[in-house]
């Protein structure tokens, strides 16, 4: 008996309209070549799927070692850059304790020097410097001038009397000149309380700049010093002191004269 099956376009096409009639088999069931050939579809069917979901173990091991590699590449990047962060905050804690400490000089200057009390005391004791100098040059001057006229007096031929008179006078003078050299003593303390002043301003100037890197250091932000003066005011630079550069001595202006 034969049996009939469904006709593909394909067999329409080039067989017609002829039918298309397969054999029975014994018992109604499909010849074991048909079920050979299913079986060995059906084992390629898996080898396939198999080969989809399974990969070769080089090519894993390889992959393993792209990936191994590739973490480690990124693990030397992160520690570079958080040993980049470790010196980076170094620095700026140093720079933050160099500030800090400036602060603090900063603040003892102002508390104790940069007041306007303390700068006051220190503008009386140059101002009492400048008056008591003042005062005891007129003084001074004032008694020279009666002593010389009193001097000139006795040259001349004059009584007894008025000779004594005039001694009494100069030793009044003498007297008076010697109570004017006291300024000096008065003038050296208060000059030696605004030299204290300078020196403690001073002492916390020089720390400061021992923190940002010392006095070379500074000097290299230092701007260029331009004498701005004019004519006679340039000239003046008043007394020198010893061991000064740049002052003509009274020698070296006798020798123009040589």
Not at 168 to 180: D, K, N, T
Not at 207 to 219: F, L, N, P, Q, T
């Amino acid at each position: 008996m034969s049996v009939s099956r469904k006709r593909f376009r394909i067999e329409q096409a080039i067989l017609g309209d002829a039918p298309i009639v397969m054999p029975a088999v014994e018992g109604g069931e499909i010849g074991p070549m048909h079920r050979e050939i299913m079986a060995e579809l059906r084992s390629i069917r898996a080898q396939m799927a198999a080969f989809g979901h399974t990969r070769p173990a080089a090519v894993e091991a390889t992959d393993v070692a792209r990936g191994v590699a590739e973490n480690h590449a990124l693990l030397e990047t992160y520690r570079a850059q958080i040993e980049q962060c470790e010196k980076l905050k170094v620095e700026l804690d140093l720079i933050h304790d160099a500030i800090s400490r400036t602060k603090r000089e900063i603040a003892v200057l102002h508390g104790n020097s940069f007041n306007g009390e303390e700068m006051a005391k220190v503008n009386g004791e140059l101002g009492a410097v400048v008056g008591g100098t003042e005062q005891a040059t007129q003084q001074i001057l004032e008694a020279t001038e009666a002593i010389d006229q009193a001097a000139t007096a006795l040259s001349k031929n004059i009584s007894p009397d008025q000779q004594k008179l005039l001694s009494e006078e100069i030793q009044e003078r003498v007297v008076s000149i010697f109570e004017a050299c006291n300024f000096q003593d008065l003038t050296g303390q208060r000059i030696s309380k605004v030299m204290n002043t300078m020196k403690f301003i001073e002492q916390h100037i020089v720390e400061m700049m021992e923190i940002w890197g010392g006095v070379d250091a500074i000097k290299a932000h230092a701007p260029p010093i331009v004498d701005t003066r004019e004519g006679d005011a340039k000239l003046l630079n008043g007394p020198k002191l010893d061991g000064d550069d740049g002052h003509a001595s009274q020698n070296d202006i006798d020798a123009l004269f040589d």
